[in-house]
């Protein structure tokens, strides 16, 4: 069954600090893998997009690695901002019948 | 260039009735994909459509249904409302090219809280 998981599902850290956000998942064929940040209320924001070749892409102070032996990703946010308080949410890309699988996402809280 | 727009932004209606939504993709893409995002199931796809064809569909019953028109706009239907139904309702746009390189832009999305 294809699924995507995401841990923890909520995560409250401290203005300035770093955090690595996991997703794991069962997914075949694989496609890619995107990861997106969605503000309360608001639709989601591409951040990531990785192919099967690639391991690792950032973009500002997201990185975000991909193991397709393992079949996980993780992403990790540098020097947290008060802006970055949002969901992030896991996707996986399948040239099944579904295209999107998506995570449960992450709940990141950032305290002054 | 404009992003992903849809309409309305938020609805109330009753158990029963019907309602359309709508989306007006990015200027160019023609592949449209809808989304139910509730707080306990997270982000499930309902269907995608492509150049005005149905090219995937997620697993919802028959009262959701939608369609593409020539200019890429999509709608969404869900007739006989159910209080379950209540829910964020996105929509995303895809540009033309590789499916594997391809990426998502989201709508901002209808609330729909149904009573």
């Known amino acids: 069954k294809n699924q995507v998981e995401q841990s923890p599902q909520s995560l409250i850290i401290l203005e300035g600090k770093n955090c690595t956000l996991q997703?794991?998942?069962?997914?075949?064929?694989?496609?890619?893998l995107r990861w997106y940040k969605q503000d309360t209320g608001r639709g989601p924001v591409s951040l990531t997009i990785m192919t099967f070749s690639e391991n690792t892409k950032s973009n500002g102070r997201y990185t975000a690695t991909l193991d397709a032996d393992t079949k996980q990703s993780s992403l990790h946010i540098t020097a947290s901002q008060l802006s970055d308080s949002a969901s992030y949410i896991c996707v996986v890309g399948t040239s099944g019948t579904y295209k999107y699988i998506f995570g449960t996402g992450t709940r990141l809280k950032v305290l002054a | 260039k404009a992003g992903v727009t849809q309409t309305p932004r938020y609805l109330i209606k009753t158990r029963g009735q019907q309602v359309t939504l709508s989306c007006s993709p990015i200027s160019g893409h023609r592949s449209v994909s809808w989304y139910q995002q509730t707080p306990g199931q997270g982000l499930q796809f309902l269907f995608e459509?492509?150049?005005?064809?149905?090219?995937n569909k997620g697993n919802f019953p028959g009262r959701f249904s939608g369609r593409q028109f020539s200019n890429s706009r999509s709608e969404m239907n869900v007739s006989t409302l159910e209080l379950g139904d209540s829910a964020l309702y996105l929509c995303?746009?895809?540009?033309?090219?590789?499916?594997?390189?391809?990426?998502?832009?989201f709508g901002p999305g209808t609330r729909l809280l149904v009573l």
């Open positions: 995303a746009s895809s540009p033309p090219g590789l499916a594997r390189s391809e990426t998502q832009y």
């Open positions: 459509y492509f150049s005005e064809t149905q090219r």
């Open positions: 997703c794991n998942y069962t997914v075949s064929p694989f496609s890619n």
